[in-house]
């Protein structure tokens, strides 16, 4: 099939339809400073507690140069500093901290072993220490230390990674408990801001379909973002001639992937591009240069945006993303398909994962962006309502709706014939904006960790309020090297109806991407009650579901 490659910086609809004026200007504006506020705030704290650990670092304890030897201990050993943290570290440098090692014991301190260990970036050997084992005799200082140097070479390139973690392990003649000890060290990494590509996809049928005025846009990113941050193009219906309100915000304001990893000792890098340019971090998704890069295309009846590879987690974990407007109008209008895949990029097994989507809603309320929220049980969807008080203005926001349905997962993809496996996600849920963890912040990976783990069925916490909705597709899984993981959501906006319309349009969204991704190889019905085999419409149970199992 011929396909016509779009500019990947803008996108001309052929329709001659008029975009109504941007007025929301001061909102996203608004919304913006206030998320960075919040950012900002944490990172003061995080910069406060950096601080102390450098200054500790750099500041021994003072009674380390009066140690003389205790006659009770026959061996003891102290490290000063016992850790170190370097601020700021550029990509391809090399930094170095001495570490003194002090012998507090009466006899001699034989140090078997001191070993490097990588506990972040495992895949690139930045860690190295100047000597593997010591010998240090018993006396007064400064004949009872030694010093070893701690070295690391930052990685020219670091991917999605923010800092590096890693410790020296020492193991002595030292009484237990402390033959067993480690120093310490964080790096954080100094990363240029980069430039981002972007474009937008459309619903908006081409010009032989007529009468078709009602259609969204949406705007992607090459490094997984979806959304503009409250301007245009966040599947609202702000380009179309039936939108009434000139000023209504979009639907979507902020989108990303995310990613989860919990490491040996238990700590959790994080990935996801949400709220990015405006809060940007080093934590993003990082493109491939040498992968086909990001692209929108054309086709008969669907136009798609590809994200182009991108690396996160350790750097050794592979994902892209598609997005698939359909265009032939009629019901298939309101609504794209996220399509996300999950591999190996290093050819490493990857253990300990959580795998999901954030969609940071903004449905159009006559009070900011508060909305109401609810769940469809039977579509495993979260959706949000807009809402009113006492102006209901052109017409009633309560009938704006929003929702996320989770589709399908499936190992492999449907060009290897591969089909749907699962049609229920791990969990999903929705809280309110400064309630929860801050997805701006990437020091709360832990605790998203817990919250994405915990939230293990379908979650309404808050009406009434600036909510964003959490759909994790898997979580505390294994990424063998051969895997390919395939997920599908469907993203569903509705500009003037009900509850029924949107769990229609969600149905038909799904038959659509059954019917043009799937292959029809999708014919399982129990996407809701369990036992309704013969998929009645209804989603109920009957004899029906029993002669059909039967046969």
Partial sequence: MMSKVLLTLSLTLLLGITALAADNSDYANEKRKRIKDQHLNRQKLQSQSNSNKLFQANNPRPHLTTLMADPNLASGIILSPDEHFFQNVPLGDTVVVQVEVINTGSDELVIHKIEPVRTRLLSFDWLSVSHNSLTIPAGEYPQNADTIEVTVITPIQAGSIAYLLGEVYFLSNAPSPNDSITFDLLVELFTPFRTITGGVISTAPPEAVSGITEFVTLKTWDNGGIGNEGERHGLGYDSSETECETSTTPYLYSGSPFLLKKTENNSVVMTHSQYYPSSAQPGEFIPVESS???????????????????????????????????????????????????????????????????????????????????????????????????????????????????????????????????????????????????????????????????????????????????????????????????????????????????????????????????????????????????CDAEDIVDISDLTCFII
């Fill in 292 to 534: 086909a890069p990001f692209l929108i295309t054309v086709e008969s009846n669907f136009e798609k945006a590809y994200s182009g590879l991108m690396i996160g987690g350790h750097g050794g974990i592979g994902l892209t993303q598609t997005f698939y407007a359909p265009t032939g109008g009629a019901d298939s209008s309101n609504f794209m398909i996220q399509e996300i895949k999950l591999f190996s990029f290093d050819g490493n097994s990857h253990s300990n994962l959580a795998i999901g989507n954030i969609l940071d809603w903004d449905i159009p309320a006559e009070v900011g962006v508060n909305n109401n929220a609810g769940y469809l049980l039977n579509q495993n969807a979260l959706y949000l309502q807009g809402t009113d008080t006492s102006d209901a203005g052109c017409q009633l926001n309560a009938n704006r709706f929003a929702a996320s349905a989770f589709l399908g997962s499936m190992h492999g993809s449907p060009d290897e014939q591969s089909c749907i496996e699962s049609h229920t996600p791990y969990g999903q849920y929705i809280d309110a904006q400064g309630d929860g963890p801050l997805w701006a912040d990437y020091d709360e990976a832990e605790i998203l960790w817990d919250s994405t783990r915990a939230n293990n069925d379908l979650n309404v916490l808050d009406q009434n309020a600036d909510l964003y909705s959490v759909t994790t597709y898997d979580h505390g899984f294994d990424l063998l090297p051969d895997d390919t993981l395939t997920f599908y959501t469907a993203l569903v906006t509705i500009r003037d109806g009900s509850l029924e319309d949107l769990e229609n349009s969600i149905e038909t969204a799904r038959i659509w991407t059954n019917e043009t991704l799937w292959n029809n190889c999708d014919t399982s019905c129990c996407r809701g009650i369990v036992g309704n085999v013969d």
